[in-house]
Structures are given as structure tokens and as C-alpha cells.
């Protein structure tokens, strides 16, 4: 009995289930290296392996690992759902039966979102952060309509300098999305002040909105001088085209320089800014009269940061620390709307938020191996990461189990506080009846009493039922105290 009783448990589903994800769960061990200090501990005797022991039992943990991490990206980057991975594991150990990594091959539709969620872009997120702090960066930003939320979402792109075998270069990535609900009129009012601040004198503003909508803004004598306008970041990017003129090019650089040293972003200050200056003043009278100056054209393949890189990094060092700075700057939102037809494909998943940037941050990820799946390194500390996926997207559950009751009690409450102040309202206003009523009836008593005949009775009868109404609402408002009572002790309990 206890045999068979054994061997139905092993064949059972739950304890298949749980087999296979003992078998895709990365060991500890396989992340360690082993200490070089032998005397710390005793020696511990070396038993050899048994014949049994192969090259899968010790890496099928690592190596299964890795093949779930490549179909999700591969699933991802495709833009496919969750929901179609349901039961491909069945379908590989289908179309490969001899393979052992086809058998522990567990990828469905839980997994394939808790590794995207809670693996890959978390170490994306991290690693992306680790490079651009290396240098100088810059961010973009731009919103658009996601049609699957109904809310505003504003894509934030990073713009840095990379270096590796390849070369220097500048690559924009993208960082992540934030949504946002409607605008209140505080926004809209801020936001007028901010434009109207460009070109009208701060004393000149007015505090209140009913004055601001009432300003004379042709009034010549409240606009700012047109050297103190602020035209904008993008109306001043259009003042960037450099003549052929050396001497303009160089007071434009000398231009540049100065306003770097006015807003402190420029190490050194006057004497760095002298030494750019001069060095820029050497590229124009020789190197810049090369052939291969005047016949370098973007267009052909060749990029201009690698260019410049190639041709200032090692002789003009300040010089191209500067140009290095001006290259980071954005000169549009294009990288950032480029990004919004990869929203409207990953919109189609019927994704979270969260999802959504877990997505995207896959993709551009992707995007810098050229694409193609199998170029993207799959690193120890990305294995280590996904190894680790389930137990963050098991904190998530927790979390959100968590934050589900309490936004279940904080809804309990508030709809007993909104019946307790009804109640009390209604107490306030049977009081104010009661009280109506038993004036009513003592002034009828009253005039009772200075009449005769059958005016007499007529107030007598007046008086008698509007005492007996006015008994009827103080019994419903002693029922009423009771209600108040009782949701008020309610109430001390919930908040105990």
C-alpha cells in the first residue's frame, strides 16, 4: 500500500510541476567560486562522481535557464503574447524527444512574464544606469496617447557616450515611461504663467487668475528687452549652422564656451575654456583643411561622433572632452517618437503599465545587438537575475494581496464614515422635527386655552396629534441613536 501510495504522488501533476521547476532553479554553487584559504576549515575527503554523473546533471540547471531567458526575448522582441507560450514546452519535447533540455524546458505563460517583468529588465535597468553614470548624459523625453490605458504616456530616453571594441560613440537608449492622468486647472494655470514669463516682466504679472486673464500683453512697456526673451531650447538649436568662415566658426566655439563657463558646467573655468579655444583654433588651420574634412559627408555610413573621435581624442584632449558635451545634447525629439510605434505594437499584448516598460526596455535592449536574439550576451548576473525572478514576482503577489486589502478596508471605512455622518445629519434634522413639533403643540394648547367652544377643540385636537407625531419621531430618533451607536462601534473596531 505505501508503495503504490508513493508512486501515485510521483506520477502526480503537482509533484511534476514542482520536479521541473527544482530542475530549471539555478543553484547557488553554480554563481560561487571557491576559496583559495584551505587551512580555514578542515579537509573534507573527495568522493568521486559515480558513472552516473555527465556534463548534464552538473550544467541542465544553467543551461535550460538560458533557453527560457532566449524564447522570451525572442518572444518579446516579436511582439507576441504571454498567452501563446501556454503549452510550447509540450511542443518541444514533442519535436525534440532525445534532448534533455527539451524535458526541463518550462516556459509558459506565468514564466514567460515573470522573467520578462522581473529578470530581464530589472538587470537592463541596472546596468543600463551603471553605464550612463560612467559619464555625461542627457535626457529626452515626449508623450503620446496609449489607447489600452486611455492615459498619456511620457517615454524617457537616455543619451550618453559608449565605449568598446568597436569605437566611441554616442547611443541614445530608453529609460522607461511614466503615465499620467488628465491635467487640473492649477496645471494649466502654472504652465501660463511659466510662457507668460518668457516675455513679460515678473512685476508686471499679476497673482490672481482673475487679473491674469484680464492682462494687456500688447502692452510695449510690460515685455521683456529681446535679449532677456527666452526663446526656447528649440528655437535656439536653430541658430547652430556653422559658416565655412573660420574666424565666424571660431567665435561661435568661443560663443558655446562661454555659455558653458556662465552655467558652471565646464571643469576648469576661464583657463579650460582659454585652452578649447586654442585648440580649436589649431583644427581650423590644419587639421580641418584636410581632405578628409572637407570631403567627410554623414551620409555615406560614417557617423559624427566616431569621426570626431577618431580625429581629436588623442591630440586635442580638452577639445574633444568639450565636443563630447555638445554631442550629447538633443537636437529633437525623433529618438524619442521613433519609440512610439514600438508603444503601439506593444499595446496590442494588452499589457500593464509596468509591463509595458518591461517590454520596451527588452526591445531597445535587444535593439543594440543588432536585433537578433542570440547576439545579446546572456551574463552571469543576468542568469542570476532571472534565477531569481520568481521569488520578486512572488513579493509582487504579496505586495499587491497586501495593498488590495488595505485599499478594501480604506473603501470599508470610508463607506461606514459616509453612513455615520448621514446618520448624524438625520439625527441632527429629527431633533430639529421633534423640537418643530412640540413647540407647535404648546403654542396650540396655549391659544386652547384662551378660547371657547368649538375653537377650543379643534386646537385641543391640533395640539393633542402633533404631541402624538412629535412621540412618534423621538421613538425613531431613540432607533437612530442606536444606529449611531452601533456603526460608531464598527468603525472602533475596523481601525483597531
Given at each position: 500500500?505505501?508503495c503504490?501510495?508513493l508512486?501515485?504522488?510521483?506520477?502526480?501533476?503537482?509533484?511534476?510541476?514542482?520536479?521541473?521547476?527544482?530542475?530549471?532553479?539555478?543553484?547557488?554553487?553554480?554563481?560561487?567560486?571557491?576559496g583559495?584559504?584551505?587551512?580555514?576549515?578542515?579537509?573534507?575527503?573527495?568522493?568521486?562522481?559515480?558513472?552516473?554523473?555527465?556534463?548534464?546533471?552538473?550544467?541542465?540547471?544553467?543551461?535550460?535557464?538560458?533557453?527560457?531567458?532566449?524564447?522570451?526575448?525572442?518572444?518579446?522582441?516579436?511582439?507576441h503574447?504571454?498567452t501563446?507560450?501556454?503549452?510550447?514546452?509540450?511542443?518541444?519535447?514533442?519535436?525534440?524527444?532525445?534532448?534533455?533540455?527539451?524535458?526541463?524546458?518550462?516556459?509558459?505563460k506565468?514564466?514567460?512574464?515573470?522573467?520578462?517583468r522581473?529578470?530581464?529588465?530589472?538587470?537592463?535597468k541596472?546596468?543600463?544606469?551603471?553605464t550612463?553614470?560612467?559619464?555625461?548624459?542627457?535626457?529626452?523625453?515626449?508623450?503620446?496617447?496609449?489607447?489600452?490605458?486611455?492615459?498619456k504616456?511620457?517615454?524617457?530616453?537616455?543619451r550618453?557616450?559608449?565605449?568598446?571594441?568597436?569605437?566611441?560613440?554616442?547611443?541614445?537608449?530608453?529609460?522607461?515611461?511614466?503615465y499620467?492622468?488628465?491635467?487640473?486647472?492649477?496645471d494649466?494655470?502654472?504652465?501660463?504663467?511659466?510662457?507668460?514669463?518668457?516675455?513679460?516682466?515678473?512685476e508686471?504679472?499679476?497673482?490672481?487668475?482673475?487679473?491674469?486673464v484680464?492682462?494687456d500683453v500688447?502692452?510695449?512697456?510690460?515685455?521683456?528687452?529681446?535679449?532677456?526673451?527666452?526663446?526656447?531650447?528649440?528655437?535656439?538649436?536653430?541658430?547652430?549652422?556653422?559658416?565655412?568662415?573660420?574666424?565666424?566658426?571660431?567665435?561661435?566655439?568661443?560663443?558655446?564656451?562661454?555659455?558653458?563657463?556662465?552655467?558652471?558646467?565646464?571643469?576648469?573655468?576661464?583657463?579650460?575654456?582659454?585652452?578649447?579655444?586654442?585648440?580649436?583654433?589649431?583644427?581650423?588651420?590644419?587639421?580641418?583643411?584636410?581632405?578628409?574634412?572637407l570631403?567627410?559627408s554623414?551620409?555615406?555610413?560614417?557617423?559624427?561622433?566616431?569621426?570626431?573621435?577618431?580625429?581629436?581624442?588623442?591630440?586635442?584632449?580638452?577639445?574633444?572632452?568639450?565636443?563630447?558635451?555638445?554631442?550629447?545634447?538633443?537636437?529633437?525629439?525623433?529618438?524619442v517618437?521613433?519609440g512610439?510605434?514600438?508603444?503601439?505594437?506593444?499595446?496590442?499584448?494588452?499589457?500593464?503599465?509596468?509591463?509595458?516598460?518591461?517590454?520596451?526596455?527588452?526591445?531597445?535592449?535587444?535593439r543594440v545587438?543588432?536585433?537578433?536574439?542570440?547576439?545579446?550576451?546572456l551574463?552571469?548576473?543576468?542568469?542570476?537575475?532571472?534565477?531569481?525572478?520568481?521569488?520578486?514576482?512572488?513579493?509582487?503577489?504579496?505586495?499587491?494581496?497586501?495593498?488590495?486589502?488595505?485599499?478594501?478596508?480604506?473603501?470599508?471605512?470610508?463607506?461606514?464614515?459616509?453612513?455615520?455622518?448621514?446618520?448624524?445629519?438625520?439625527?441632527?434634522a429629527?431633533?430639529?422635527?421633534?423640537?418643530?413639533?412640540?413647540?407647535?403643540?404648546?403654542?396650540?394648547?396655549?391659544?386652547?386655552?384662551?378660547?371657547?367652544?368649538?375653537?377650543?377643540?379643534?386646537?385641543?385636537?391640533?395640539s393633542?396629534?402633533?404631541?402624538h407625531?412629535?412621540?412618534?419621531?423621538r421613538?425613531?430618533?431613540?432607533?437612530?441613536?442606536?444606529?449611531?451607536?452601533?456603526?460608531?462601534?464598527?468603525?472602533?473596531?475596523?481601525?483597531?
Amino acid at each position: 500500500m505505501g508503495c503504490s501510495a508513493l508512486d501515485a504522488h510521483m506520477k502526480g501533476e503537482k509533484h511534476t510541476r514542482y520536479a521541473a521547476s527544482q530542475e530549471s532553479t539555478v543553484p547557488l554553487r553554480m554563481f560561487a567560486t571557491t576559496g583559495t584559504n584551505a587551512s580555514a576549515r578542515p579537509a573534507v575527503p573527495f568522493i568521486s562522481p559515480g558513472p552516473s554523473t555527465n556534463a548534464f546533471t552538473a550544467f541542465a540547471p544553467t543551461a535550460t535557464l538560458k533557453a527560457e531567458i532566449l524564447w522570451v526575448l525572442q518572444t518579446i522582441t516579436r511582439h507576441h503574447s504571454y498567452t501563446s507560450n501556454e503549452d510550447v514546452a509540450t511542443v518541444f519535447r514533442a519535436m525534440f524527444p532525445d534532448s534533455e533540455y527539451a524535458k526541463s524546458f518550462t516556459c509558459g505563460k506565468d514564466k514567460t512574464s515573470y522573467l520578462a517583468r522581473f529578470g530581464l529588465a530589472p538587470f537592463i535597468k541596472r546596468e543600463l544606469l551603471s553605464t550612463v553614470n560612467q559619464g555625461s548624459f542627457v535626457i529626452m523625453f515626449d508623450e503620446s496617447l496609449n489607447r489600452t490605458t486611455k492615459r498619456k504616456q511620457l517615454d524617457i530616453h537616455v543619451r550618453y557616450w559608449v565605449t568598446d571594441e568597436t569605437g566611441s560613440r554616442v547611443q541614445s537608449r530608453y529609460f522607461g515611461s511614466q503615465y499620467m492622468g488628465h491635467s487640473t486647472a492649477e496645471d494649466l494655470l502654472e504652465n501660463f504663467k511659466n510662457l507668460l514669463k518668457r516675455f513679460i516682466k515678473r512685476e508686471a504679472l499679476p497673482q490672481t487668475p482673475y487679473k491674469l486673464v484680464r492682462l494687456d500683453v500688447v502692452d510695449h512697456a510690460m515685455w521683456l528687452s529681446p535679449k532677456e526673451v527666452d526663446i526656447g531650447m528649440g528655437a535656439t538649436a536653430v541658430i547652430k549652422r556653422m559658416h565655412l568662415n573660420p574666424d565666424d566658426c571660431l567665435k561661435k566655439m568661443k560663443a558655446l564656451v562661454q555659455k558653458f563657463l556662465q552655467d558652471k558646467q565646464l571643469a576648469g573655468g576661464i583657463s579650460t575654456g582659454d585652452v578649447i579655444s586654442q585648440q580649436f583654433e589649431n583644427v581650423l588651420h590644419s587639421e580641418a583643411k584636410e581632405l578628409e574634412f572637407l570631403s567627410f559627408s554623414p551620409s555615406e555610413g560614417c557617423r559624427v561622433d566616431v569621426f570626431l573621435h577618431q580625429k581629436l581624442s588623442q591630440s586635442y584632449p580638452d577639445l574633444w572632452a568639450f565636443c563630447k558635451k555638445l554631442l550629447l545634447l538633443s537636437h529633437g525629439q525623433a529618438e524619442v517618437e521613433r519609440g512610439f510605434s514600438t508603444n503601439k505594437e506593444v499595446e496590442i499584448c494588452n499589457l500593464s503599465e509596468e509591463g509595458m516598460t518591461a517590454h520596451r526596455l527588452i526591445c531597445d535592449h535587444v535593439r543594440v545587438y543588432g536585433g537578433d536574439v542570440t547576439r545579446v550576451p546572456l551574463t552571469k548576473e543576468m542568469i542570476t537575475y532571472c534565477a531569481t525572478a520568481r521569488t520578486r514576482y512572488r513579493t509582487y503577489l504579496e505586495e499587491e494581496r497586501n495593498k488590495k486589502e488595505e485599499d478594501g478596508q480604506r473603501k470599508k471605512r470610508k463607506m461606514m464614515v459616509d453612513e455615520l455622518e448621514e446618520l448624524k445629519r438625520k439625527r441632527v434634522a429629527l431633533e430639529g422635527v421633534c423640537e418643530g413639533l412640540q413647540n407647535e403643540a404648546d403654542q396650540m394648547a396655549d391659544k386652547a386655552e384662551n378660547s371657547g367652544g368649538t375653537k377650543m377643540a379643534t386646537l385641543i385636537t391640533k395640539s393633542n396629534t402633533l404631541r402624538h407625531r412629535a412621540k412618534e419621531k423621538r421613538e425613531e430618533l431613540v432607533g437612530l441613536k442606536a444606529d449611531i451607536e452601533e456603526k460608531s462601534d464598527a468603525l472602533r473596531h475596523l481601525d483597531k
